[in-house]
């Protein structure tokens, strides 16, 4: 069983940048490949960025492509997301996710743990 606690968002100016952190419990970290997704109000939950346990593989939406990066810590059970030129349409409630699996996972059904979210609000 893992826990996530997501923090970093927030209201920032269209162009700006923010840090997502995700915090995992437990001490088996490196045994889940991991993803942030976001909900827009009146739209699915769509998959933002995966990454694989060691960090060394990863994978994005096509619409954050070049203008997301996440990245892992495993000493600190910890899943970033660096969100830089944030657009508007950005806005969102960012969830992280943890896979029952080492590879890459990009759909939403691989994942069996979730965050609560976090708020990016993203102003023009």
């Known amino acids: 069983q893992v826990q996530l606690v997501e923090s970093g968002g927030g209201l920032v100016q269209a162009g700006g940048s923010l840090r997502l952190s995700c915090a995992a419990s437990g001490r088996t970290f490196n045994s889940y490949a991991m993803g942030w997704f976001r909900q827009a109000p009146g739209k699915e939950r769509e998959f933002v960025a995966a990454?694989?346990?060691?960090?060394?593989?990863?994978s994005y939406a096509d619409s954050v492509k070049g203008q997301f990066t996440i990245s892992r810590d495993n000493a600190k059970n910890t899943v970033y997301l660096q969100m830089n030129s944030l657009k508007p349409e950005d806005t969102a409630v960012y969830y992280c996710?943890?896979?029952?699996?080492?590879?890459?996972?990009?759909?939403?059904?691989?994942?069996?743990?979730w965050g609560q979210g976090t708020q990016v609000t993203v102003s023009s």
């Open positions: 996710a943890a896979a029952i699996s080492r590879g890459l996972v990009i759909g939403p059904i691989g994942y069996g743990y």
């Open positions: 990454i694989n346990w060691s960090g060394g593989s990863t």
